[in-house]
């Protein structure tokens, strides 16, 4: 069965500290890794989709990238905007759905 | 519409009522998902539907739970007989691809 394991679960930064969260994964056949960003009282928001390893996106100071057991999104100098709960899902090759981690949630002080 | 639409965004149901949750997805998007999420949990896939394909309802928790989706565009969620467990957020999500999903907003759930 698809696992997919984020961490932390909750991560406190400064403004301009930069860090990293983590999504392992463990799937048959990897047709694609989501990250999504969602903020209280709202649905996720679509960030990245990573098909192989070895690739990389980047959107402002958001950078995902992608292993064959993980995904890393890295956050370059943090703003406190960029507070919210980030997930990762894993889709299956083959299957539609898309099975998600419990997410971590980040707060960046000002 | 520029979104997904779901409505009501809360509902405050008795046990053993039925509720049917409404999603209006993207104009022209052919893939359509529910997902429920309940706290401190991650989000549970419910049901998807392709185009005129039948749906792939394997994430449903049990068969109070159905939905359906009216000439390829609105869907109805419909939960019978509710329970407090059936307590959470439903999501909707809509897609042109199967790729990068848009969510809506969601319909909290609540049964007392």
């Known amino acids: 069965e698809d696992q997919v394991t984020q961490s932390p679960e909750a991560l406190r930064l400064q403004e301009g500290e930069s860090s990293s969260l983590n999504c392992s994964y463990t799937?048959?056949?990897?047709?694609?890794l989501f990250w999504y960003r969602q903020d209280p009282g709202k649905g996720p928001e679509f960030l990245f989709t990573?098909?192989?390893a070895g690739e990389e996106k980047e959107k402002e100071r958001l950078k995902a990238t992608l292993t064959k057991k993980e995904s890393f999104l890295h956050i370059t100098a943090p703003k406190p905007e960029d507070s919210a709960t980030y997930l990762c899902a894993v889709q299956e090759t083959g299957f539609q759905k898309l099975v998600f981690g419990t997410g971590t949630r980040l707060l960046v002080s000002p | 519409g520029a979104g997904v639409s779901q409505s009501p965004s809360n509902k405050v149901t008795e046990k053993g009522k039925d509720v049917e949750l409404r999603c209006d997805p993207i104009?022209?998007?052919?893939?359509l998902y529910w997902y429920r999420q309940s706290l401190g949990q991650g989000l549970e896939f419910l049901i998807y539907?392709?185009?005129?394909?039948?749906?792939?309802k394997s994430g449903l928790p049990s068969d109070r739970f159905s939905a359906e989706r009216t000439g390829g565009s609105v869907s109805t969620l419909t939960i019978q007989r509710t329970q407090q467990e059936d307590s959470a957020v439903y999501l909707c999500a809509s897609s042109p691809f199967n790729d990068g999903y848009t969510f809506g907003s969601g319909t909290r759930l609540t049964v007392v």
């Open positions: 539907f392709q185009g005129n394909s039948a749906p792939d």
């Open positions: 990573l098909y192989s």
């Open positions: 799937v048959s056949g990897l047709r694609g």
């Open positions: 104009s022209g998007h052919t893939a």
